[in-house]
T-cell receptor, first 116, second 111 residues
Framework: NAGVTQTPKFRILKIGQSMTLQCTQDMNHNYMYWYRQDPGMGLKLIYY???????DKGEVPNGYNVSRSTTEDFPLRLELAAPSQTSVYFC???????????????FGSGTQLSVL | RKEVEQDPGPFNVPEGATVAFNCTYS??????FFWYRQDCRKEPKLLMSVYSSGNEDGRFTAQLNRASQYISLLIRDSKLSDSATYLCVVNMKDSSYKLIFGSGTRLLVRP
């Protein structure tokens, strides 16, 4: 049981390049999330998904796209990388329900992205 | 007003001290509250959920004050290993379903 797996762990992009951050979970969780964390700051929600085929914008969606074709995978796409997207990205999942005990977030280990 | 607000700290305390953090939230309809711990350059990990009646887990006590819209975390007998950033998380159950993080409170426990 691997939990939430993110790849790559580190990446350097040039301005204007594109890339996809991969995220997969093997816990059969309905809910998945992408957060970014800038130095010394909290996590900002980029996009989230409540199930396969359903995605929605979070607080900071501009410059990103997501898809959720399966329960397990929730990739994050950067189309035209900009220096403002330099950050640490965390993918997370949760079973998701209206009961607090089922809303625990399981995080991947993060992707450190630099756009130069 | 931010949806979830925390004092960034740092709180610098000696070993054995008791320290408390607060976190305020703006949406009165929020129903789920959590404290996460994040070590430097690591992913956040759940420390404890916060229940309406308050709850305790060893040296850690979490409380919820709905009237004033804040949650608190109390750490007794601080250990060096408690040094970390503590993130407040709130489920903003308005028209959507999303977990919003505060920017965190940094704790430094010194020998």
């Amino acid at each position: 049981n691997a939990g939430v797996t993110q790849t790559p762990k580190f990446r350097i992009l040039k301005i204007g390049q594109s890339m996809t951050l991969q995220c997969t979970q093997d816990m059969n969780h309905n809910y998945m999330y992408w957060y970014r964390q800038d130095p010394g700051m909290g996590l900002k929600l980029i996009y989230y998904s409540v199930g396969a085929g359903i995605t929605d914008k979070g607080e900071v969606p501009n410059g990103y796209n997501v898809s959720r074709s399966t329960t397990e995978d929730f990739p994050l796409r950067l189309e035209l990388a900009a220096p403002s997207q330099t950050s640490v990205y965390f993918c997370a999942s949760s079973y998701g329900s209206h009961q607090a005990t089922n809303e625990k977030l399981f995080f991947g280990s993060g992707t450190q992205l630099s756009v130069l | 007003r931010k949806e979830v607000e925390q004092d960034p700290g740092p709180f610098n305390v000696p070993e054995g001290a008791t320290v408390a953090f607060n976190c305020t939230y703006s949406n009165s309809a929020s129903q789920s509250f959590f404290w996460y711990r994040q070590d430097c350059r690591k992913e956040p990990k759940l420390l404890m959920s916060v229940y309406s009646s308050g709850n305790e887990d060893g040296r850690f006590t979490a409380q919820l004050n709905r009237a004033s819209q804040y949650i608190s975390l109390l750490i007794r007998d601080s250990k060096l290993s408690d040094s970390a950033t503590y993130l407040c998380v709130v489920n903003m159950k308005d028209s959507s379903y999303k977990l919003i993080f505060g920017s965190g409170t940094r704790l430094l426990v010194r020998p």
